[in-house]
Nanobody, 116 residues
Framework: QVQLVESGGGAVQAGGSLRLSCKASGFTFSSGGMFWYRQAPGKERELVASISSGGEFINYEDAVTGRFTVSRDNVKNMLYLQMNNLKPADTAVYYC?????????WGQGTQVTVSS
C-alpha cells in the first residue's frame, strides 16, 4: 500500500525558511517521479516542483524558482523541499505526490503559513 507522509510545515515570518519532507513507503521509490504541490485557501492545487526518479530532471513553478529546491534520497525513500526567502503568497497546504506506473498517490499535506 502506497503511503506518503509529509512533515516540516509550520509558521514562519517572511524571509524565513522551512524544509518539508515526504516519507514514502509501499512502492519502489526510486522508480517514481515525485512532485510537490500546494493549495492555498480558495485556490486550486498547483504544481510547485517536480523531480524525476533519479533526480536528473527538475522543474519549478516560476514563482518559486530560485527560492525552493526539491531533492530526493532514493536510499531513505525521502522527498524534500527546501524553501527559502518565504513570502506570504507561499502560505498553503503542501502535498507530495508520487507517480508510479501511471498510478498517482498523494500525501495528507502539511500546512505552511508565512506572515508578513
Amino acid at each position: 500500500q502506497v503511503q506518503l507522509v509529509e512533515s516540516g510545515g509550520g509558521a514562519v515570518q517572511a524571509g524565513g525558511s522551512l524544509r518539508l519532507s515526504c516519507k514514502a513507503s509501499g512502492f519502489t521509490f526510486s522508480s517514481g517521479g515525485m512532485f510537490w504541490y500546494r493549495q492555498a485557501p480558495g485556490k486550486e492545487r498547483e504544481l510547485v516542483a517536480s523531480i524525476s526518479s533519479g533526480g536528473e530532471f527538475i522543474n519549478y513553478e516560476d514563482a518559486v524558482t530560485g527560492r525552493f529546491t526539491v531533492s530526493r534520497d532514493n536510499v531513505k525513500n525521502m522527498l524534500y523541499l527546501q524553501m527559502n526567502n518565504l513570502k506570504p503568497a507561499d502560505t498553503a497546504v503542501y502535498y507530495c505526490r508520487a507517480m508510479i506506473g501511471g498510478q498517482s498517490s498523494w500525501g495528507q499535506g502539511t500546512q505552511v503559513t508565512v506572515s508578513s
